[in-house]
């Protein structure tokens, strides 16, 4: 185990969350510690920002095959408030239930967030990697922190993300012509694993393969499609 106090996040002040986010970050490896990914999770979270009701949902799909294997939703409550540069304390403990349900862990999980892209390095995805003691992958729609210089329209085109001379992550390009998506390693992964493991995992769509999935079951477990628990997917009958 991590051997970490972790305090109630519903009672913690954003002064505490601070602290926590510093203290953590002393705690991440940014090297890659799977040697053969075989299945690869995706992690993301719907709720409404001032609402207390929150849905989490993983789902593991094969690599670099990407085929549905399984699914775990929560729906679960938090009191911590919508803060960008928190989001972990309101979205990680609701995570961190619907992996428990996981039998079999996936090699590596990706968060839709940033990892190390982070002022305190301390996003969602390092943030879930930490607790979790799993690597981790920030995948984020927006840029948090850093800069990169302009990459090409082709698909798979790839920028790096610095800030002060350090390699954070990469802007990656996963539609010609279309706004690039935010890699950056989370947890037990490297900056540059990150990026390759991220381009295996798309496909048509601008979000690759395992937080787009994540994204669209955890809305169904919100309107009711799905029920909570862990589920395991007839790959013939996937929904997606």
């Known amino acids: ?140 729609k927006n840029m948090l922190f850093g800069e990169y210089p302009a990459l090409g329209n082709e698909k798979f085109s790839y920028s790096p993300i610095t800030k002060y001379n350090e390699l954070l992550g990469y802007a990656l390009r996963t539609k010609a012509g279309v706004k690039p998506v935010f890699i950056s390693p989370g947890h037990k992964i490297s900056v540059e694993d990150s990026l390759t493991i991220m381009t295996n995992c798309v496909k048509k769509h601008r979000i690759p393969e395992p937080t787009r999935l994540a994204h669209d079951y955890v809305n169904l477990l919100r309107t009711g499609k799905l029920s909570a628990g862990f589920h395991k997917v007839d790959i013939q009958e996937s929904l997606f």
């Open 1 to 140: 185990m991590h051997n970490l106090t972790i305090p109630d996040y519903n009672k913690i002040t954003v002064t505490e969350a601070t602290s926590l986010q510093n203290n953590l970050k002393g705690r991440l490896l940014l090297t890659t510690g799977t040697a053969n990914i075989t299945t690869i999770a995706g992690a993301d979270i719907s709720h409404n920002k001032y609402e207390e009701t929150v849905y989490a949902g993983i789902v593991i799909l094969s690599y670099p095959g990407m085929a549905l294997i399984s699914y775990s939703l929560i729906q679960s409550t938090t009191k911590f408030p919508y803060i960008p540069g928190y989001l972990g304390f309101r979205e990680v403990p609701a995570l961190l239930q619907a992996w428990q349900q996981i039998p079999v862990k996936p090699n590596v999980v990706v968060l839709d967030g940033q990892g190390i892209t982070h002022p305190r390095r301390m996003g969602i995805a390092s943030h879930f990697g930490l607790l979790a003691e799993t690597a981790a992958i920030g995948c984020a």
